[in-house]
T-cell receptor, first 114, second 118 residues
Framework: KAGVTQTPRYLIKTRGQQVTLSCSPISGHRSVSWYQQTPGQGLQFLFEYFSETQRNKGNFPGRFSGRQFSNSRSEMNVSTLELGDSALYLC?????????????FGQGTRLTVV | AQKVTQAQTEISVVEKEDVTLDCVYETRDTTYYLFWYKQPPSGELVFLIRRNSFDEQNEISGRYSWNFQKSTSSFNFTITASQVVDSAVYFCALSSNNGSSNTGKLIFGQGTTLQVKP
C-alpha cells in the first residue's frame, strides 16, 4: 500500500512569487491535513480537507489556501511569498479523521524563499 | 484553549540508558486523543502510539512504553535501553473532536530532540 506522497520534495522560490504544493493521500483516505514546520514555530496546523470541503482551518493569513479534488488529492497554494514562509510543509492523511485512527505523514516539501 | 507542552528541548544520553520524554497537554474536551510521533532526519513523521482519553492503561511495545495520567494531564514516553537509532525528534500531539465533528487536526508540542551517543 503506497504511503502519502508529496511533490515536489524541494522548492526554491523568490519573494513575491506563488507556489503550489501537492499531496496524494493513501488510497481510500478522505481526510488530508497540511502542516507548516519551522524552527521557530514548530509544527503548526494549516488546514484540513475532507471530501473536497475545508473542515478545519488554522491561524494563517489568507495567502495560504488549499483545495481537495474528487480523488482526495490535495494542493496547497501560497501566494505573494515572504521569506518567513520558508519551511517544511507536511501533509497527512487519514480515512475520515483522528477519531478512529492515526494520521499518516508524507516526507514533506521543503520550501525555501529567497 | 488546547495546548501541548514538551518542556525538554534536547536530551542527550549514552546508549543503553533509559530516557523519558515528558508531555503535558491542555484541553477542555472530554473526548480527545493523544499521539507520539518520531521525526528522523528524513523529515517524515513516523507514528508511534495513539491513546484515547478514556483509556488510561499504560502501554508497552518492545523498548517503548507510555504512561498516560489524566490527573496530571501527562502522556510521557519512555525508551528503555536506548540505541543510537533512537536519535530523532519526538513530538507529542493532541487531537480533539471539538464537540461533535471528526477532525484531522493535530496540535503538536515543540518536540524533544533526543541524541543517543554510542
Amino acid at each position: 500500500k503506497a504511503g502519502v506522497t508529496q511533490t515536489p520534495r524541494y522548492l526554491i522560490k523568490t519573494r513575491g512569487q506563488q507556489v503550489t504544493l501537492s499531496c496524494s493521500p493513501i488510497s481510500g483516505h478522505r481526510s488530508v491535513s497540511w502542516y507548516q514546520q519551522t524552527p521557530g514555530q514548530g509544527l503548526q496546523f494549516l488546514f484540513e480537507y475532507f471530501s473536497e470541503t475545508q473542515r478545519n482551518k488554522g491561524n494563517f493569513p489568507g495567502r495560504f489556501s488549499g483545495r481537495q479534488f474528487s480523488n482526495s488529492r490535495s494542493e496547497m497554494n501560497v501566494s505573494t511569498l515572504e521569506l518567513g514562509d520558508s519551511a517544511l510543509y507536511l501533509c497527512a492523511s487519514s480515512p475520515r479523521g483522528l477519531l478512529n485512527t492515526e494520521a499518516f505523514f508524507g516526507q514533506g516539501t521543503r520550501l525555501t524563499v529567497v | 484553549a488546547q495546548k501541548v507542552t514538551q518542556a525538554q528541548t534536547e536530551i542527550s544520553v549514552v546508549e543503553k540508558e533509559d530516557v523519558t520524554l515528558d508531555c503535558v497537554y491542555e484541553t477542555r474536551d472530554t473526548t480527545y486523543y493523544l499521539f507520539w510521533y518520531k521525526q528522523p532526519p528524513s523529515g517524515e513523521l513516523v507514528f508511534l502510539i495513539r491513546r484515547n482519553s478514556f483509556d488510561e492503561q499504560n502501554e508497552i511495545s518492545g523498548r517503548y512504553s507510555w504512561n498516560f495520567q489524566k490527573s496530571t494531564s501527562s502522556f510521557n514516553f519512555t525508551i528503555t535501553a536506548s540505541q543510537v537509532v533512537d536519535s530523532a525528534v519526538y513530538f507529542c500531539a493532541l487531537s480533539s473532536n471539538n464537540g461533535s465533528s471528526n477532525t484531522g487536526k493535530l496540535i503538536f508540542g515543540q518536540g524533544t530532540t533526543l541524541q543517543v551517543k554510542p
